[in-house]
């Protein structure tokens, strides 16, 4: 018998039923995990991230100069030494752009499972179901490069511009972010960054996506107008005034004039955006 009461009537479980219990539990949190990724990605990282001492267990490990790799996947290791070497090209690049890196190597879990890769907790998720997907790996490296993963106008949109200006855009993005900002200026669905700047990781996809391409485009003016040092420090908490010589709001009306003024041509979100991102279309232009 796994678990009963004792003669003063206490409820009792053994430890056979505790570890029983231990690993159904991770089950249902990964679980959830690639559920909360599908219908509700915002919230896949905290998720995710509730499992990770219990992913710790058993991994076949690879070090690199910047990454270890703790594989519980069915990659090959061709594979994960393909990845490896990714991740290693994709990392000299970000850090020669941004101009920051991070104090130590990288933590990568690779896992089965079908989401595109994502930073949680401080690490990098990677995913295998027959093959590595990496379309995000660029993505997500550039964003713990950067140090923070919310709130996602300046973290998401430093990494977007980074993908953007190191030639690594997913294929998944078919246009820059000053033609998104276009786009959505145009359409009447521009989001004031009063807003964007709240934006989390709990927002709806819409807004999460909104922010990130005008972080990105606003972070590229901003770069190219007070250089990455005065970026740099408002990203870590420096006070945007002080920093730049402005306010937020005189900010935002300079950047838009310099965006209407490049006269650009946007796509339409459908074929500028393709594959499992492309339902995103749907729900801005609703």
């Known amino acids: 018998m796994s678990e009963g009461k004792d003669t003063r009537g206490?409820?009792?479980?053994s430890g056979e039923a505790l570890t029983r219990w231990g690993i159904a539990a991770v089950v249902l949190i990964l679980f959830y995990g690639l559920l909360a990724y599908r219908y509700a990605p915002a919230w896949a990282p905290r998720v995710l991230g509730l499992a990770q001492p219990a992913l710790n267990l058993r991994a076949e490990?690879?070090?690199?100069?910047?990454?270890?790799?703790?594989?519980?996947?069915?990659?090959?290791?061709?594979?994960?030494?393909?990845?490896?070497s990714l991740l290693e090209r994709q990392y000299s690049a970000l850090i020669r752009f941004l101009g920051r890196e991070p104090d130590g190597p990288i933590q990568v879990d690779l896992q089965n499972g079908t989401i595109p890769a994502l930073p949680a907790n401080g690490r990098l998720q990677v995913f295998y179901n027959g093959y590595i997907d990496t379309e995000t790996v660029g993505f997500a490296l550039a964003m713990l490069i950067a140090g923070r993963d919310d709130?996602?106008?300046?973290?998401?949109?430093?990494a977007l511009y980074a993908l953007e200006?190191?030639?690594?855009?997913?294929?998944?993005?078919?246009?820059?972010?000053?033609?998104?900002?276009?786009?959505?200026?145009?359409?009447?669905?521009?989001?004031?960054?009063?807003?964007a700047t709240a934006v989390g990781l709990s927002s709806p996809p819409e807004d999460i996506f909104r922010a990130v391409v005008?972080?990105?485009?606003?972070?590229?003016?901003?770069?190219?107008?007070?250089?990455?040092e005065a970026y740099w420090g408002w990203f870590d908490g420096a006070d945007f005034a002080e920093?730049?010589?402005?306010?937020?709001?005189?900010?935002?009306?300079?950047?838009?004039?310099?965006?209407?003024?490049q006269n650009l041509e946007p796509l339409p979100c459908a074929a500028a955006l393709s594959g499992s991102f492309s339902g995103l279309c749907r729900e801005l232009e609703r």
């Open 10 to 13: 206490r409820f009792w479980i």
């Open 61 to 84: 490990r690879l070090t690199s100069a910047h990454f270890e790799i703790h594989n519980r996947s069915d990659a090959r290791p061709d594979q994960v030494q393909n990845l490896q």
């Open 151 to 158: 709130p996602l106008f300046t973290a998401g949109g430093v």
């Open 165 to 195: 200006e190191t030639e690594m855009l997913p294929p998944f993005i078919r246009q820059d972010s000053d033609a998104w900002v276009t786009w959505l200026d145009r359409k009447g669905l521009y989001l004031p960054l009063r807003q």
């Open 214 to 228: 005008e972080g990105a485009s606003f972070t590229r003016w901003l770069v190219a107008r007070a250089g990455w």
């Open 243 to 261: 920093t730049f010589g402005m306010t937020l709001s005189e900010a935002e009306t300079m950047w838009l004039a310099d965006v209407r003024a």
